[in-house]
């Protein structure tokens, strides 16, 4: 089956620092990647949608300039966070689409665990 | 704006009882319903995906009913399983690039 993958898997920084997450689909090419966001004991908020070849489109509350996607190449989409503070400290999870298989189906990478010290 | 509620928050069953975790959500243009399963710490599995033009689907053990006008999802799962303790997520797909609306989920517990 299709795998997502996504590095680092926890990562710990001082306020202030940036830090990027790669999402990688490792065997199929995915025009579509999608960035959530997951709070303890919360469900995954969608952060923003991100489309290869051109700017993400993030929702509503999530601001663009704090958190920087960049889907260069079918495979690749990273998350900048960029002067993290504590309360940026979260479960980022990222998923792709297959477009060969239709827009029903979504692999999810196993999440990068974020904190901010 | 669509609202995806799931109920209860938590369950803890005897192994061998059947689960029953429902789903409900606002809009009722969906283009599909999905139930995942999430370990701690971990990323997410799907497990069924409902058409919104279905009325169920069926996995091994899982079955999941989907009655869209009412906005409402059932997960059954039979005979359970310690193996089954995570936390169960629901999601509708709310347009055509398929971005995901999910529910807070059940953490299901269940002892040996």
């Known amino acids: 089956g299709a795998v997502v993958s996504q590095h680092p898997s926890w990562v710990i920084c001082k306020s202030g620092t940036s830090v990027k997450i790669e999402c990688r689909s490792l065997?199929?090419?995915?025009?579509?990647m999608f960035w959530y966001r997951q709070f303890p004991k919360q469900s995954l908020m969608l952060m923003a949608t991100s489309n290869e070849g051109s700017k993400a489109t993030y929702e509503q509350g999530v601001e663009k300039d704090k958190f920087l996607i960049n889907h260069a190449s079918l495979t690749l989409s990273t998350l900048t966070v960029t002067s993290a503070h504590p309360e940026d400290s979260s479960f980022y999870i990222c998923s792709a689409r297959d477009p060969t298989r239709g827009t029903d189906t979504q692999y999810f990478g196993p999440g990068t665990r974020l904190t901010v010290l | 704006k669509q609202e995806v509620t799931q109920i209860p928050a938590a369950l803890s069953v005897p192994e061998g009882e059947n689960l029953v975790l429902n789903c409900s959500f606002t809009d009722s243009a969906i283009y599909n319903l999905q139930w995942f399963r999430q370990d701690p710490g971990k990323g997410l599995t799907s497990l069924l995906l409902?058409?919104?033009?279905?009325r169920e689907q069926t996995s091994g053990r899982l079955n999941a009913s989907l009655d869209k006008s009412s906005g409402r999802s059932t997960l059954y799962i039979a005979a359970s399983q310690p193996g089954d303790s995570a936390t169960y997520l629901c999601a509708v797909t709310t347009d055509s690039w398929g971005k995901l609306q999910f529910g807070a989920g059940t953490q299901v517990v269940v002892t040996p």
């Open positions: 065997d199929f090419q995915a025009t579509t």
């Open positions: 409902i058409q919104s033009s279905q």
